[in-house]
Every structure is written in C-alpha cells, then in structure tokens.
Nanobody, 125 residues
Framework: EVQLVESGGGLVQAGGSLRLSCAAS????????IGWFRQAPGKEREGVSC????????YYADSVKGRFTISSDNAENMVYLQMNSLQPEDTAVYYC??????????????????WGQGTQVTVSS
C-alpha cells in the first residue's frame, strides 16, 4: 500500500521559513516523480514543486521560484520542501503526491497517482 505522510506545516509570519517533509513507502522506488501541491480555499489544487527520481529534474511554479527548494533523500525515501520568504499568498494545504512509472516531472495534479493527507501552512501578514 502506497503511503505518503506529510509533516512540517504550521503558522509562520510573512518572511519566515518552513520545511515540509514527506515520508514515502509502499512502492518500488524506481522511475517516479514526487512533489508538492497546494490548495488554498476556493482555489484549484496547483503544482508547487516536483522532482524526478531518475535524474533529479525539478519543476517549480513561477510563484515559488527562488524561494522554495525541493530535495529528496532516496535512501530514506523522503522528500522535502524548504520554503523561504513565505508570503500570505502561500497559505494553503500542502500535499505530497507521487506518480509511478515515469521519467517525466509533470506539474498537473491529475497525473499523480497517490496523495498524502496534506499539511496546513498558514502565513500571517
């Protein structure tokens, strides 16, 4: 059974930082894409940052480039999202998701197979 467990969300002031973690288990860790998505109230879920297991190719949404960094620890089956210079518009539930059997790094939520429960990130102004 594929499991993705997020942690690290919380309340932070604008300009602050948070580091999200995603513990992955239950699948063969070869040729997959894993990443972070977010959904704010009243908005559609959007891709934030994703990474390919095959070559480390990454994707970042324009809104987070230069502020967020995705990384993975393949030995520990962990994926992280370091979020710096957080702004109120970053407030959302952040989800970890995985797409199996792929060499690509899609940014579209519909292409991902499994999802975590999400972790709330709230940035106050």
């Amino acid at each position: 059974e594929v499991q993705l467990v997020e942690s690290g969300g919380g309340l932070v002031q604008a300009g602050g930082s948070l580091r999200l973690s995603c513990a992955a288990s239950g699948f063969t860790f070869i040729d997959y894409a894993i990443g972070w998505f977010r959904q704010a109230p009243g908005k559609e879920r959007e891709g934030v940052s994703c990474i390919s297991s095959s070559d480390g190719t990454t994707y970042y949404a324009d809104s987070v480039k230069g502020r967020f960094t995705i990384s993975s620890d393949n030995a520990e089956n962990m994926v992280y999202l370091q979020m710096n210079s957080l702004q109120p518009e970053d407030t959302a539930v952040y989800y970890c998701a995985v797409m199996l059997h792929t060499l690509t790094v899609p940014a579209t939520p519909d292409e991902y197979d499994y999802w975590g429960q999400g972790t709330q990130v709230t940035v106050s102004s």
